[in-house]
């Protein structure tokens, strides 16, 4: 692991794995992060989150609890993942909402996806395998693999592949 911030927070119960290189004012807990993988300043990795080998996360992403993004995948600026649909503040009976009251969604990201910078994922989702998701996107289903994405709500953009290195689906 090479720890470039003195001011990077890894909890004790990350799962880091060989030559993890972590920028300053990183905040991991309760996630896994693979061999290789590059992690770029104001990151924030939550708990059942995990990363692949050879990942690169940008600045300022926010990976929440129920993501699992494969190996050598990309994620831009400000990539935004969400994991409940409905969210709220409170219960149905006002106190504050807590762990039981809510369920995560997970989403995933195959093997050498790209997401591009300030792209929100909502949940549920996959993103197949060395897709492409255009800046500023909004991606809302499943995105088939190879595939270049862009746009709210993201859509397939006709005759554009990204699927120059192979996909397996
Ligand atoms: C989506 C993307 C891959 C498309 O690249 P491309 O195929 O070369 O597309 P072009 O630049 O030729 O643009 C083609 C059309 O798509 C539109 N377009 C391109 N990117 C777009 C985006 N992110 N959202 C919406 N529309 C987009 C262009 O305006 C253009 O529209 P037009 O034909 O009506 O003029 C690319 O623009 C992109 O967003 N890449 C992500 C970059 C990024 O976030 N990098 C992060 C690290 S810096």
Known sequence: ?????????????????????????????????????????????????????????????????????????????????????????TAADGRPQGERDWQVVSTRIRRGASIGSGAVILCGVTVGERAMIGAGAVVTRDVPAGAVVAGVPARVRAGAAACAGGCRE
Do not use: W
């Not at 909890?11 to 061999?35: K, Q, W």
């Open 1 to 89: 692991m090479s720890l470039e911030a003195d001011f990077a927070r890894i909890a004790p119960d990350v799962r880091l794995g060989e030559n993890v290189a972590v920028h300053a004012f990183v905040n991991l807990y309760g996630c896994s992060i693979g061999d290789d993988t590059r992690i770029g300043t104001f990151v924030e990795i939550q708990k059942n989150a995990s990363v692949g080998r050879r990942c690169k996360i940008s600045s300022h992403t926010f990976i929440c609890e129920g993501v699992a993004i494969e190996d050598d995948c990309f994620v831009g600026h400000g990539v935004m993942f969400i994991n409940d649909k409905y969210p709220r503040a």
